[in-house]
């Protein structure tokens, strides 16, 4: 069996007829062995040996040696059949496992062509375009996006990893069963999943006493990337998990990273520093796996570590200076899902251990050895760690930031103390440069809690709203937007928390669809005008969040080109979407397409009043800036926009520079998903040339204007073509179409609050 991650040629060609055979051997063979162990249908077997054996009256040297010779014998024949049953479950599950991953692999790599990505027999993926001559006639050739392609990679890595630990998991435990050439045994599991949880407590073991000797610092580099290799086949695993974590207890756990990351000297460098980075995300996501244990051990470690928080952890114990265990613990809280209960409580524990330290972060965090790989100069702030962790539990992350720590005038939310901008908000540390460092995390904490996804999670799912408690939990992630806009009103306020724009573009990408219902209330008119018919918003849950916030929030992130980027492409999305769900109704569609130019016209007023107060006395720049504005992309449709196409509940969209996200659509009909696809393209036709006067810049802020236009209009002017209207019902819906991109634009246009 192969040591290495099996490839898509070892896993296709694998002979499970040939495991079948052996499975159906041992299936005979073990019930054989267990009628000589245990008798039936009246058989002589060992155990009815034994028993006459010890009822029998010995004497003289038979009362000991034939004696035990005959029970020895009887146990060994129960040891057999016990071994062979063992065998037969391994097989068993390993051929049903097989089974299985080489029916994934073989579905993934035919869905995978169908969109023009190939597989090649090691696993690699790339785009397999046809040819012209190939393609025939075909004006609908797919190239797969970059997106696309990494998205196809971790699907077939993620298949052939399982395939290798079935294999990583059966041979380990076969090894264990044949281990004595003399004997059998009654030991060893009898199933894969008990093999995995049984090799997983003997390393958690072997570990555990190897920490427990000390001096981990000294690992040669080959013992750590030993100790990191089992982390990574173990740390989904609660029987290494739970008992690596228990078995060091709280205290030893936390002591562990302190002397593994910061060894006498400070940081290390170089290759040891590279695996130090794997070790601790892989220690993460064990401790992780380790917090959702319920049993009184892990129960305990887990109390523990929360109260271990404010103890401090050097590497000397003569020498009492180091982290607190907070600080060691928020080094390994980046990766993995913490149990919900656990979070909160910890949570907790930090926000008021930091707000009651004088509330200053800058003095509670100022230890500054090494904890985080590869090294970095940045305080050893906690905080992110518990941003990140929550990033990855969504229903953890909205609990936090709705509860309050804080008594008297000085009680606030979790949600204000860490975001807000008031009075008594957190001071986040700075780094050397002078910025607040960790505003990246809590972006990844808020989009979970608003998104009800993980942050990270590849490729994202929009959760369910079928149930009564799936319901609930929109609403209440609803809610917490709207929190969240109207913290986030203006881009001055997003600014100042450098690194949280991103997370902030793909919240309101994600809830696309109830920004665009409150953007569609003007003067009160949305009953009269069946808002809710159009967007569907009793099944799909929308929220009207204000026409007011919605637009402060639209604008505020429509001023940076990469939040621009992301909430633009999901706008288009949606309005097409938007169009098609419209059904037959052409008028109807037509309108949910004029609704979407406003959106369009609102976003790149946003971003053109951004670019011009941003290069306002740099000409060149300011040109370049408002081309990429206007033709950022190239836009694809690959589905028709016309009546009754059929939508799925979610499109992925791959925006510029950021991860594949979930765009909410209007209703889930019967038919193909419509699969949109956005690649990126940026003009650079200013390079060679300099544009010094006002009519120059007038000349090309009007081609990024009718490039905007041209982008809000695709969806219009698709659906046009699609149902043959005449070039008078063309002509009149661009007159439409103009008005309220226009309109959208005055929305977020600022002119007379400036005084101009």
Known sequence: MAADTLTVRELTDLRLGTLKTAVDDWKTMSGKLDKLATGGSGEVSAKDLEQKANAADWKGVNATVSRRFVTLTAGQFADAASEARKILGLLTDCHADFTKHQSDLSTAVEELAKRNIYVNDSGTVSAAVPSGAAAGNSKDIHTPSD????????????????????????????????????????????SVEAADREQGRADAEYWKKKIAKGHVADWSDAELARFNTVLENQRDNPGFTETFATGLGADGTLQFWRDLAAPPGGAVDGDRAKTL???????????ANASHGNSLETERWKKDLIAAGTKIFPVDPALPMGPSGFQ???ALMHKGRFDTDFLDDYGKALVTYERDYRGDPSIAWRDTAALEYPPTDRPNDPVPGLMDALGHNPEASLDFFNESTGKGDDKMTNFDYLAGHEKGAR?????????????????????????????????????????????????ERLDFLSDVMDNYRSAEIIDKQDGVRDSLAKIAAGHIDSLNYSMAD?????????????????????????????????????????????????????????????????????????????????????????????FADKEDARNKELEKQGAW???????????????????????????????????????????????????????????????????????????????????????AEHEHMSAHEVRQLTERARSAYDAGGNDSDTDDARGW
Not at 445 to 473: N, R, V, W
Not at 534 to 561: C, I, K, P, Q, Y
């Open 427 to 475: 001071d986040w540390p700075k780094g050397d440069d002078g910025k607040p460092l960790g505003y990246g995390s809590l972006g990844h904490a808020l989009q979970s809690a608003t998104l009800g996804y993980p942050y990270d999670e590849q490729p994202p799912h929009i959760p369910a709203t079928k149930t009564h408690a799936q319901i609930q939990a929109r609403e």
């Open 147 to 190: 997106e696309e392609l990494d998205a196809a990679a971790r699907r077939i890595g993620r298949i052939l990893w399982e395939a290798t630990e079935t294999d990583r998991i059966v041979a380990r435990a076969l090894r264990l069963l044949a281990k004595n050439k003399y004997d059998f045994t009654d030991k060893g599991a009898g």
């Open 328 to 330: 060691v613990m928020g």
């Open 633 to 719: 992309r190239d836009f694809v449709a690959g589905a028709a926009i016309g009546a009754g196409v059929g939508v799925a509940s979610e499109v992925l969209v791959p925006a510029a520079g950021v991860a594949a996200i979930a765009v909410p659509l209007v209703y889930e009909t019967a038919g193909s998903a419509g699969e949109t696809a956005l690649g990126n393209q940026t003009i650079d036709w200013l390079k060679d040339n300099e544009y010094n006067n006002d009519q120059e810049s007038i000349d090309s802020i009007q081609d990024a204007r009718e490039q905007g236009a041209g982008n809000a209009m695709t969806p219009l002017l698709n659906y």
């Open 522 to 614: 003007w003067g009160n008119s949305g009953e009269l005008g069946d808002r809710d018919g159009m967007f569907n918003a009793r099944d799909r849950h929308l929220r009207d969040l204000g026409e007011g916030d919605t637009v402060n929030f639209l604008r505020a992130l429509g001023s940076d080109e990469d939040s621009y980027n992301t909430v633009s492409a999901a706008q288009q999305v949606y309005g097409s979407n938007l169009m098609a769900a419209q059904g037959g109704h052409g008028d109807d569609a037509i309108d949910a397409g004029i609704h979407s130019v406003s959106m369009h016209g609102l976003l790149d007023q946003a971003r053109t009043e951004a670019i011009g107060h941003e």
């Open 277 to 287: 980075a794997h070790v601790q995300d892989n220690l993460s996501m064990s401790l």
